[in-house]
T-cell receptor
Framework: SQQGEEDPQALSIQEGENATMNCSYKTSINNLQWYRQNSGRGLVHLILIRSNEREKHSGRLRVTLDTSKKSSSLLITASRAADTASYFC??????FGAGTTVTVRA | GAVVSQHPSWVICKSGTSVKIECRSL??????MFWYRQFPKQSLMLMAT?????????EQGVEKDKFLINHASLTLSTLTVTSAHPEDSSFYIC?????????????FGDGTRLSIL
């Protein structure tokens, strides 16, 4: 069964804008991971955030985790056309949500 | 960074053919590898967990006799789709987790697009 559920399903933004997507999950976790998938390709690991962490940064990416609400968010700042992809969250149970498809318009 | 190689990238074959997909971890050892299936515009669905030296663990609803998994070494797992039919057409993705300890992220192959005619 799916553990992570992303929201929104799709997002279209202008280059330079920020993109925010959310992930909700159902049970307790040890960690939560965000991945990116370009069309027709495998997934690329972006960030892993542990259950005792609240926020984590990696370059233009910022991930938050709220274990009380069982939710996480991924923020991409100053988006680029190359950020166009689908983004998935996954809990340590290896269950992926349906993903958020992000389109960055030049 | 960690690299997982998946081969072939795409396969087109006739109904009834068996197809083998390889997943290799190139620069790390993986006692555990995972096989996923993804339909267009949908999420990854875990099919099975491949354990080196032992039988794979299949998710509910996945036929183990249909999808044969072999994990003979710490760097190679194979998925064989036996007697494939058009409904088996899909995008299959493998991943591997470094054996180095808990909390390690998965590293994914680039996927295999399987089309059964």
């Amino acid at each position: 069964s799916q553990q992570g559920e992303e929201d929104p399903q799709a997002l279209s933004i202008q280059e330079g804008e920020n993109a925010t997507m959310n992930c909700s999950y159902k049970t307790s976790i040890n960690n939560l991971q965000w991945y990116r998938q370009n069309s027709g390709r495998g997934l690329v690991h972006l960030i892993l955030i542990r259950s005792n962490e609240r926020e984590k940064h990696s370059g233009r990416l910022r991930v938050t985790l709220d274990t009380s609400k069982k939710s996480s968010s991924l923020l991409i700042t100053a988006s680029r056309a190359a950020d166009t992809a689908s983004y998935f969250c996954a809990t340590d149970e290896l269950s992926f949500g349906a993903g958020t498809t992000v389109t960055v318009r030049a | 960074g960690a690299v997982v190689s998946q081969h072939p990238s795409w396969v087109i074959c006739k109904s009834g053919t068996s197809v083998k997909i390889e997943c290799r971890s190139l620069d790390f050892q993986a006692t555990t590898m995972f096989w996923y299936r993804q339909f267009p515009k949908q999420s990854l669905m875990l099919m099975a967990t491949s354990n080196e030296g032992s039988k794979a663990t299949y998710e509910q609803g996945v036929e183990k006799d249909k999808f044969l998994i072999n994990h003979a070494s710490l760097t190679l797992s194979t998925l064989t789709v036996t007697s494939a039919h058009p409904e088996d057409s899909s995008f299959y993705i493998c991943s591997a987790r470094d054996s180095g300890g808990g909390g390690q992220p998965q590293h994914f192959g680039d996927g295999t697009r399987l089309s059964i005619l």
